[in-house]
């Protein structure tokens, strides 16, 4: 049996490489639940439903059927009949070889689709045979396995494949991540795995956690090592600023890695050796590596391409994309700098109207100009990298999607040149009922001119954050206050692997009632408070504190006044006391309380003005002096009753001004009376009397009367 021609059948990454015509096995095929019965019929087993994803089933359909070239009805009768009277199923000598914890032969390999991808999770799906009809998934789930395809074996029926050593083997390893049972028939039953590398694991832990100050490729390997993975390695070519501040929040690892990675323009893909599989982490068109034997793969419009490891499909497809790429971005340091704003290079592409289509967008992906520059940069060449594909399908089995090689032999000599593997597809069969084909390989596709920067699009999503979230304010230990002046460090409540110290956490901006150019409010948080913060535009890297709230370690000062007393009221920095500002709304007892923990200073520009409507008003000095000073004016003071004043000692002094001496007026409508002791000058309308003990001087209108036990005169 030979292949039928695929010329007309599209790219072939949507399903199999191998074409719809693939499917004339089955005869006349409806839709694909008539796939889905009839792969439940090639195991013995009546009825659909064995397999529950119809695509999944097409796809083991396409390949199985289409390279054994056997018909539903007839595949299970054959391979019992291999099994009845006579040895059980190998696979030694077979061209697909498998390896697992179960033990040699347990299980074997009948089907095989295998895909590698860049920035995309390789995957294998198996179709298996086993004489044990019992085999424990526990057993094989999460467990490593190893796939060899050895087209140098006596037994593989490949003799339009060029191989004469082991050297030419591919190796395929992971772990078991999903492992069904599929159908019976007679001694036979069917399995169905599939298989990923470590990387998917990523994808089963999920966490919320912050880096900070670190490179991308520090994160990387940070999180791959506590993870207990060290089967990889970068292949930087450029070197990249550490991020300050980069969020993971309830997210699969994969998930933010892939998204990193994509952020920073890093490509990725899986390199598989004999033992294991690495991870290679790279950044330019040069982490294509070229493959041994495979640098050169002619193309071959017939049946010759099978002969020679060659091609036998070349497409090549266009997309429109975007002419430039445009970014702004802002930082608070520079609310108003036009460097913020950045443009990608010229675009290389020169599609009709592509000139004059650009993406804008408005994100906070970077705080420097450089930054932005370079991120424009990797947008531009991610959009150039999708604009012209290749897709192919062949027979060169040593294809890998880290690889690069140069097409020849193509009648179109502009395409006769080197290019990127960016996805491969490889289907295989084993021949346990003899009839396979000669060719039982085949895969499919697709590349990029090796002379285009490969730069993978910003796909992965990352979080929203929704609504507000609860943080605590932190700071080194033994301090109360830890700010830049206007900014705090947090604890997210859901970041368990915080120290509490600051050390973890960006500088966060902290929202205040107003903020103007050297005037405003400032409260800033201090450490221990519980804080409420939103994020600008959902992004988990840029946080803002909104509010503030009380909790059960600090309560409200004004608790237990049933809401009727509100205020402000500060602590004293490493001390006791306060300084506050109360305002009790109770009825019929209303009161405006200020209090000053030590100094109170009071600057009125112009007009000061206190009015006590009823009642009094009391100023009180515990211990110290009460001084009024009138730089320039004068004192009235007017007093509708009685004036007193109680003091051990009264001392009234008049400076002179301006060389003349000084004044002091007293004045009263009906008297004053100076009494010091047995001494007293009193003073009336109608006269002057002082007196001491008996001894009387009167002025009066009349004259002058003195009085004294002894009078002396001019003495």
Same mark, same amino acid.
């Given at each position: 049996?030979?292949?039928?021609?695929?010329?007309?059948?599209?790219?072939?990454?949507?399903?199999?490489?191998?074409?719809?015509?693939?499917?004339?096995?089955?005869?006349?095929?409806?839709?694909?639940?008539?796939?889905?019965?009839?792969?439940?019929?090639?195991?013995?087993?009546?009825?659909?439903?064995?397999?529950?994803?119809?695509?999944?089933?097409?796809?083991?359909?396409?390949?199985?059927?289409?390279?054994?070239?056997?018909?539903?009805?007839?595949?299970?009768?054959?391979?019992?009949?291999?099994?009845?009277?006579?040895?059980?199923?190998?696979?030694?000598?077979?061209?697909?070889?498998?390896?697992?914890?179960?033990?040699?032969?347990?299980?074997?390999?009948?089907?095989?689709?295998?895909?590698?991808?860049?920035?995309?999770?390789?995957?294998?799906?198996?179709?298996?045979?086993?004489?044990?009809?019992?085999?424990?998934?526990?057993?094989?789930?999460?467990?490593?396995?190893?796939?060899?395809?050895?087209?140098?074996?006596?037994?593989?029926?490949?003799?339009?494949?060029?191989?004469?050593?082991?050297?030419?083997?591919?190796?395929?390893?992971?772990?078991?991540?999903?492992?069904?049972?599929?159908?019976?028939?007679?001694?036979?039953?069917?399995?169905?795995?599939?298989?990923?590398?470590?990387?998917?694991?990523?994808?089963?832990?999920?966490?919320?956690?912050?880096?900070?100050?670190?490179?991308?490729?520090?994160?990387?390997?940070?999180?791959?090592?506590?993870?207990?993975?060290?089967?990889?390695?970068?292949?930087?070519?450029?070197?990249?600023?550490?991020?300050?501040?980069?969020?993971?929040?309830?997210?699969?690892?994969?998930?933010?890695?892939?998204?990193?990675?994509?952020?920073?323009?890093?490509?990725?893909?899986?390199?598989?050796?004999?033992?294991?599989?690495?991870?290679?982490?790279?950044?330019?068109?040069?982490?294509?590596?070229?493959?041994?034997?495979?640098?050169?793969?002619?193309?071959?419009?017939?049946?010759?391409?099978?002969?020679?490891?060659?091609?036998?499909?070349?497409?090549?497809?266009?997309?429109?994309?975007?002419?430039?790429?445009?970014?702004?971005?802002?930082?608070?340091?520079?609310?108003?700098?036009?460097?913020?704003?950045?443009?990608?290079?010229?675009?290389?592409?020169?599609?009709?109207?592509?000139?004059?289509?650009?993406?804008?967008?408005?994100?906070?992906?970077?705080?420097?100009?450089?930054?932005?520059?370079?991120?424009?940069?990797?947008?531009?060449?991610?959009?150039?990298?999708?604009?012209?594909?290749?897709?192919?399908?062949?027979?060169?089995?040593?294809?890998?999607?880290?690889?690069?090689?140069?097409?020849?032999?193509?009648?179109?000599?502009?395409?006769?040149?080197?290019?990127?593997?960016?996805?491969?597809?490889?289907?295989?069969?084993?021949?346990?009922?003899?009839?396979?084909?000669?060719?039982?390989?085949?895969?499919?596709?697709?590349?990029?001119?090796?002379?285009?920067?490969?730069?993978?699009?910003?796909?992965?999503?990352?979080?929203?954050?929704?609504?507000?979230?609860?943080?605590?304010?932190?700071?080194?230990?033994?301090?109360?206050?830890?700010?830049?002046?206007?900014?705090?460090?947090?604890?997210?409540?859901?970041?368990?692997?915080?120290?509490?110290?600051?050390?973890?956490?960006?500088?966060?901006?902290?929202?205040?009632?107003?903020?103007?150019?050297?005037?405003?409010?400032?409260?800033?948080?201090?450490?221990?408070?519980?804080?409420? *913060? !939103?994020? &600008?535009? +959902? @992004?988990?890297?840029?946080? $803002?504190?909104? %509010?503030?709230?009380?909790?059960?370690? #600090?309560?409200?000062?004004?608790?237990?006044?049933?809401?009727?007393?509100?205020?402000?009221?500060?602590?004293?920095?490493?001390?006791?006391?306060?300084?506050?500002?109360?305002?009790?709304?109770?009825?019929?007892?209303?009161?405006?309380?200020?209090?000053?923990?030590?100094?109170?200073?009071?600057?009125?520009?112009?007009?000061?003005?206190?009015?006590?409507?009823?009642?009094?008003?009391? *100023? !009180?000095? &515990?211990? +110290? @002096?009460?001084?009024?000073? $009138?730089?320039? %004016?004068?004192?009235?003071?007017?007093? #509708?009753?009685?004036?007193?004043?109680?003091?051990?000692?009264?001392?009234?002094?008049?400076?002179?001004?301006?060389?003349?001496?000084?004044?002091?007026?007293?004045?009263?409508?009906?008297?004053?009376?100076?009494?010091?002791?047995?001494?007293?000058?009193?003073?009336?309308?109608?006269?002057?009397?002082?007196?001491?003990?008996?001894?009387?001087?009167?002025?009066?209108?009349?004259?002058?009367?003195?009085?004294?036990?002894?009078?002396?005169?001019?003495?």
């Amino acid at each position: 049996m030979t292949f039928a021609s695929n010329e007309g059948g599209g790219s072939g990454h949507a399903g199999s490489p191998l074409g719809t015509s693939m499917l004339s096995s089955f005869g006349s095929i409806g839709s694909l639940a008539d796939v889905s019965s009839q792969v439940g019929a090639l195991a013995g087993v009546p009825g659909a439903g064995l397999i529950g994803d119809a695509a999944r089933a097409t796809q083991l359909a396409q390949t199985g059927l289409s390279l054994l070239g056997k018909t539903p009805a007839s595949i299970a009768d054959s391979i019992n009949g291999l099994s009845s009277g006579r040895p059980r199923l190998t696979q030694k000598n077979r061209f697909i070889t498998f390896e697992t914890p179960l033990g040699q032969d347990v299980l074997l390999v009948s089907a095989a689709v295998i895909d590698e991808c860049v920035n995309e999770l390789p995957q294998m799906h198996l179709d298996l045979l086993s004489h044990e009809s019992d085999i424990d998934a526990e057993k094989i789930v999460g467990q490593r396995v190893k796939l060899t395809l050895s087209p140098e074996s006596a037994n593989a029926s490949l003799t339009t494949i060029v191989a004469t050593s082991t050297e030419n083997r591919r190796y395929f390893d992971g772990y078991v991540a999903s492992f069904a049972r599929v159908g019976h028939s007679g001694t036979v039953t069917r399995y169905e795995m599939t298989v990923v590398p470590w990387f998917w694991f990523l994808t089963r832990s999920t966490d919320c956690r912050i880096f900070q100050n670190k490179t991308a490729r520090d994160i990387l390997a940070e999180i791959f090592y506590e993870l207990g993975f060290t089967d990889f390695e970068f292949d930087l070519r450029t070197t990249r600023p550490p991020l300050e501040y980069i969020v993971m929040y309830q997210e699969s690892y994969y998930n933010f890695c892939a998204r990193l990675m994509e952020q920073e323009g890093m490509l990725w893909t899986f390199r598989y050796e004999k033992d294991k599989h690495v991870l290679v982490v790279g950044d330019t068109n040069f982490s294509f590596r070229p493959i041994p034997t495979l640098e050169t793969i002619p193309y071959y419009a017939d049946s010759a391409a099978s002969e020679r490891n060659g091609i036998d499909r070349w497409d090549e497809a266009f997309q429109f994309r975007v002419g430039k790429i445009s970014f702004r971005d802002f930082n608070y340091n520079m609310p108003s700098s036009s460097l913020m704003y950045v443009e990608s290079p010229t675009t290389r592409l020169n599609h009709s109207g592509i000139k004059a289509t650009e993406r804008y967008e408005y994100h906070s992906l970077y705080d420097h100009h450089d930054d932005g520059q370079r991120y424009a940069g990797y947008a531009m060449e991610a959009e150039e990298a999708q604009a012209r594909r290749f897709d192919g399908t062949g027979f060169a089995y040593g294809m890998t999607a880290n690889g690069r090689f140069t097409l020849v032999n193509h009648p179109v000599d502009a395409y006769n040149k080197e290019y990127a593997i960016l996805r491969v597809r490889h289907e295989a069969v084993n021949d346990y009922t003899r009839h396979a084909a000669e060719t039982p390989y085949r895969n499919a596709f697709m590349c990029l001119p090796f002379d285009v920067p490969f730069r993978p699009l910003r796909r992965t999503p990352k979080p929203y954050m929704q609504g507000t979230h609860a943080a605590m304010v932190v700071g080194p230990k033994g301090e109360e206050i830890y700010t830049d002046g206007s900014r705090v460090k947090l604890h997210f409540l859901w970041d368990r692997r915080g120290k509490f110290d600051g050390a973890d956490s960006m500088w966060v901006r902290v929202s205040q009632p107003w903020a103007g150019d050297g005037w405003g409010g400032s409260a800033i948080p201090r450490i221990g408070q519980e804080v409420i *913060v !939103a994020f &600008n535009q +959902g @992004d988990p890297d840029n946080p $803002i504190v909104i %509010g503030r709230v009380f909790n059960g370690g #600090a309560a409200n000062p004004y608790d237990g006044t049933n809401g009727q007393t509100m205020g402000i009221k500060s602590k004293t920095h490493k001390g006791k006391g306060s300084n506050e500002l109360r305002f009790s709304d109770v009825n019929g007892a209303e009161e405006f309380y200020m209090h000053a923990q030590k100094d109170m200073n009071t600057v009125v520009v112009n007009n000061e003005v206190h009015t006590v409507e009823q009642g009094s008003r009391t *100023v !009180a000095v &515990n211990i +110290g @002096d009460e001084k009024k000073q $009138i730089i320039k %004016g004068s004192l009235d003071e007017s007093i #509708a009753l009685a004036r007193n004043t109680t003091a051990t000692t009264v001392q009234v002094a008049t400076a002179a001004k301006d060389g003349g001496g000084g004044t002091q007026t007293y004045q009263a409508e009906n008297g004053i009376v100076l009494a010091v002791g047995a001494s007293k000058i009193s003073m009336a309308p109608d006269g002057i009397r002082l007196e001491h003990n008996g001894s009387v001087i009167v002025l009066s209108d009349a004259g002058i009367t003195v009085n004294g036990t002894r009078i002396d005169l001019n003495k």
